[in-house]
Structure formats: structure tokens, C-alpha cells
């Protein structure tokens, strides 16, 4: 079992098995998470990208505007140092066109710690295998 210390600004992470533990809610979080766990060829940086995109913004302020949130907490999300709330996601995925069920699993995986982050990466390998099972 391998462990490395990751970067976070409030305090340090162990990642063991390339999997991030027990991450605390204001932190860090890495650019590709949502690839680690989902395989959704997406970051959150893209994600708001194709919403300001798709809902026709052209800047930060516009689309948080749109979201009703402060400017920096989107600028926040972008750079990965803090999780959505669900609504948030859900409205981001909504402007984005883009099914938030990974979305909110993956957020959830980040929120939680020991034994319910094992079983939420379960649910979340199941979700993943009934999804790619139905595409196949």
C-alpha cells in the first residue's frame, strides 16, 4: 500500500491506493476526481465552462448571477478548492445540459469519511457498471 501526501490548503491528505482519504469539505480537491471515480470524461472546470457556454454567459459574474450565488464561491468551484452543495450542482448541471446523478455521487464520495466513503465508492462502482452495462 502506497501513501502519498497530497496538497490542500487547510491541512494534508493521504491518498492510498490512488484514492483520496477522508478529504475535508474546504479543500483541495483534485481537477480530475470526477474522472477517478465516474469515468465521466469531465472536470468541474468544464462543467461550468459548457454551462456559461450552453446558457449563453460570457463570464463568471453572468453565471453566477444565473446560479444566485457569489462570484467567488463559483470562482471557488472552478479552481477545485470547494464542493458544490447538491442544489448548486444540480443547477449547474441544468444549465449545462448535463445528467447531475455522477455529479452528486461524486460530491458526496468527497464529503464523506471511513466507513461510509467505502460503501459510497460501492454504490458508486455499482452505478457505474449498471450505466456502462446499459450503453454496451
Known sequence: MKNLQSGCRLNKHVIVDGKLQAPCPLCYIPIRVIDIYLGVAMNIRELLALARQKSNVKSNRQLSIKLQIAESNLG??????????????????????????????????????????Q?????????VKSTTSQVA
Not at 477545485?80 to 455529479?103: M, Q, R, S
Not at 460503501?119 to 452505478?127: G, M, N, P, V
Open 119 to 127: 460503501h459510497w465508492e460501492k454504490i458508486t462502482a455499482a452505478y
Open 76 to 117: 471557488n468551484y472552478e479552481k477545485g478548492w470547494y464542493i458544490p452543495t447538491d442544489d448548486i450542482l444540480c443547477k449547474i448541471c441544468k444549465l449545462a445540459d448535463n445528467d447531475p446523478k455522477p455529479w452528486l455521487l461524486w460530491a458526496r464520495i468527497q464529503r464523506e469519511q471511513g466507513e461510509a466513503r
